[in-house]
């Protein structure tokens, strides 16, 4: 199966810029996706196709990357983006998802 | 509005199944993959398949074959899961996600299924 790779927490202050990463174990092209979690909540798809935004998503939110290395950059923060952060593959079989990187603001 | 209502939370005994659903509604349900997904207690995300309910096709990770059988009714608009042999490893909450098809815009609410005698 791919693994992802993400960091598992982060804590910035709001209004600065912060970027959460995933690395795939082998390539999934633009098959990433990011979606955003809050405690008791399902996920919320932010990004698809590793740089596409989702409607109704802000504009600070955006992706970028191919391949094996992916990231995930919100900018300026809010206090409201505290949440866990998930990155989700679909180019090999199965579907898998990171483990998620816990964003605090401070 | 596309919306995804799942069942209620099961407390079901070690050993027994359980049926969760997910009732779809402001979309063609028999043209999109529903899939499914676990979330263990503090833990990450697994896909666990999904099901065409158009033709009834279904697709699982390797993972949970023989341990999820994904099925759909047409007539309600409605998928399910059944998961059974349940020990502890089975307690999480499993979502039902759809569309369009390798990324998921909507998502149910969840449902969590405790297995404890």
């Known amino acids: 199966d791919t693994v992802l790779t993400q960091s598992p927490a982060l804590a910035v202050s709001p209004g600065e810029r912060v970027t959460i990463s995933c690395r795939a174990s082998?390539?999934?092209?633009?098959?990433m996706h990011w979606y955003q979690q809050k405690p008791g909540q399902q996920p919320k798809l932010l990004i698809y196709?590793?740089?596409n935004l989702e409607s109704g998503v802000p504009a600070r939110f955006s992706g970028s990357g191919s391949g094996t290395d992916f990231t995930l950059t919100i900018d300026p923060v809010e206090a409201d983006d505290t949440a866990t952060y998930f990155c989700?593959?679909?180019?090999?079989?199965?579907?898998?998802f990171g483990s998620g990187t816990k964003l605090e603001i401070k | 509005q596309v919306q995804l209502q799942q069942s209620g939370a099961e407390l079901v005994k070690p050993g027994s199944s359980v049926k969760i659903s997910c009732k779809a509604s402001g979309y063609t349900f028999t043209s999109y993959d529903m899939h499914w997904i676990k979330q263990q207690p503090g833990n990450g995300l697994e896909w666990i398949g999904w099901?065409?309910?158009?033709?009834?096709?279904?697709k699982y990770n390797q993972k949970f074959n023989g341990k999820a059988t994904l099925t759909a009714d047409k007539s309600s608009s409605t998928a399910y899961m059944q998961l059974s042999s349940l020990t502890s490893e089975d307690s999480a909450v499993y979502f039902c996600?759809?569309?369009?098809?390798?990324?998921?815009?909507?998502w149910g609410q969840g449902t969590l299924v405790t297995v404890s005698s």
């Open positions: 082998e390539s999934v092209s633009t098959g």
């Open positions: 099901i065409y309910p158009g033709n009834g096709n279904t």
């Open positions: 996600a759809s569309i369009p098809t390798d990324w998921f815009a909507y």
């Open positions: 196709g590793a740089s």
């Open positions: 989700q593959q679909s180019w090999n079989d199965p579907f898998t």
